[in-house]
Structures are given as structure tokens and as C-alpha cells.
Antibody
Framework: EVQLVESGGGLVKPGGSLRVSCAAS????????MSWVRQAPGKGLEWVGR??????????DYAAPVKGRFTISRDDSKNTLYLQMNSLKTEDTAVYYC???????WGQGTLVTVSS | QSALTQPASVSGSPGQSITISCTGT?????????VSWYQQHPGKAPKLMIY???NRPSGVPDRFSGSKSGNTASLTISGLQAEDEADYYC??????????FGGGTKLTVL
């Protein structure tokens, strides 16, 4: 059974940093292209970014609002995906989901709140 | 990249059919056959219902179907059931090698 479990969310001040993680199991993580999607409270879904598998180049792509501030990385030895968020803004407050299989599999999400 | 345009809400009675539209541009919906549809119930993670315009993942009822014409994709749900009441989102691959979501449509089953 495919499982994606996010962790690391919490409260952070504007301008601060936070790293959230996504532990994967039930599939060959190293072959998977992984994505992050976020959802602000009461709002719609917003694509954050994606990382290719290393065998396909390991390239990352980001949505315009987070480009230059957020970094997606992966540790295939730990079956874990990361999202490093820097220079956080109040508008980054959201539940952050990791996804795999081009949207087939989703985690339960982790809430990141940016507030002073 | 602007969000794809969806109606804010649609409604239908049990047994009826409804269609949700998703309008983009030639740089996203119109340019690629990579349109997906997601269902989200309150407090839950989204669930993939349609991928690559018209394909259903295993386990998704055949009451759900997808199509595309030009820059507009559509999700049709036939034989509406109470459990179909949820928010629905479309998404598309874009010419910037990114993905974009629609604003979401709230489906009410009357």
C-alpha cells in the first residue's frame, strides 16, 4: 500500500525558515517524480513544485510565487522528500501535501502557519 | 501562470448529470493532453478522478468522464450520487514545465 506521511509543519514568523518532510513507502521512491501542493485555509489547491527522479535528471521546477525561496530535494536512501522554505511570508500559510504518481497518491498534509 | 477558470459552484439532483468546465489557454489546457481532475471532500486530501484528459484510475466509477475541446476541459458526472458532493479541481501541465490548478468548483447534490 502506498503511503505518504508529511511532517515538520508548525508556526513560524515572517521571514523565517522551515523544512517539511514526506516519508514514502509502498512504491519504488527512487523512480518516482514527486511534487508538493499547498492549500491555504478555505482556499483552493496550488501547485508548489516538483522534483524528477535522479535517473531522469533530478531537475526541479517551481511555481512563480515560491521560486527562489523554496527548494525541493530528495533522499532516496531514506525514501524521503523535503521542502525547504525560506523567507516565509504570511501568504505561505497553508496545508502542504506531497504527491506521487502524477497525482495518484497524496499524503494527509502538514499545516504551516506563518504569523508574528 | 494564472489559475485555470472553473465555475464556483454547480448543482444537480440525484441521478442527473452535471458538467464542470475548466478553461485555460493554448499554453496549458489547449497545448497538452495532461489535464487531471481531483475530488476533495472537506478535511480530506484530494483524490485523482481523471488523468490525461479522459483516463480513469482504477477504482474510480465510470460515472466520471473527462474530455477536452480547444482550451477548455470538462468533467462530467452522470447518475449523480449523494457522495459525489465535494469540491472538484482541474489541473494542467503548462509550457513553463509547471502545473496549474483551477480555482475549484463546489458540487452540491440537491
Amino acid at each position: 500500500e502506498v503511503q505518504l506521511v508529511e511532517s515538520g509543519g508548525g508556526l513560524v514568523k515572517p521571514g523565517g525558515s522551515l523544512r517539511v518532510s514526506c516519508a514514502a513507502s509502498g512504491f519504488t521512491f527512487s523512480n518516482a517524480w514527486m511534487s508538493w501542493v499547498r492549500q491555504a485555509p478555505g482556499k483552493g489547491l496550488e501547485w508548489v513544485g516538483r522534483i524528477q527522479s535522479k535517473t531522469d535528471g533530478g531537475t526541479t521546477d517551481y511555481a512563480a510565487p515560491v521560486k527562489g525561496r523554496f527548494t525541493i530535494s530528495r533522499d532516496d536512501s531514506k525514501n524521503t522528500l523535503y521542502l525547504q522554505m525560506n523567507s516565509l511570508k504570511t501568504e505561505d500559510t497553508a496545508v502542504y501535501y506531497c504527491t506521487a504518481g502524477e497525482g495518484r497518491y497524496w499524503g494527509q498534509g502538514t499545516l504551516v502557519t506563518v504569523s508574528s | 501562470q494564472s489559475a485555470l477558470t472553473q465555475p464556483a459552484s454547480v448543482s444537480g439532483s440525484p441521478g442527473q448529470s452535471i458538467t464542470i468546465s475548466c478553461t485555460g489557454t493554448s499554453s496549458d489546457v489547449g497545448g497538452y493532453n495532461y489535464v487531471s481532475w481531483y475530488q476533495q471532500h472537506p478535511g480530506k486530501a484530494p483524490k485523482l478522478m481523471i488523468y490525461e484528459v479522459s483516463n480513469r484510475p482504477s477504482g474510480v466509477p465510470d460515472r466520471f468522464s473527462g474530455s477536452k475541446s480547444g482550451n477548455t476541459a470538462s468533467l462530467t458526472i452522470s447518475g449523480l450520487q449523494a457522495e459525489d458532493e465535494a469540491d472538484y479541481y482541474c489541473s494542467s501541465y503548462t509550457s513553463s514545465s509547471t502545473w496549474v490548478f483551477g480555482g475549484g468548483t463546489k458540487l452540491t447534490v440537491l
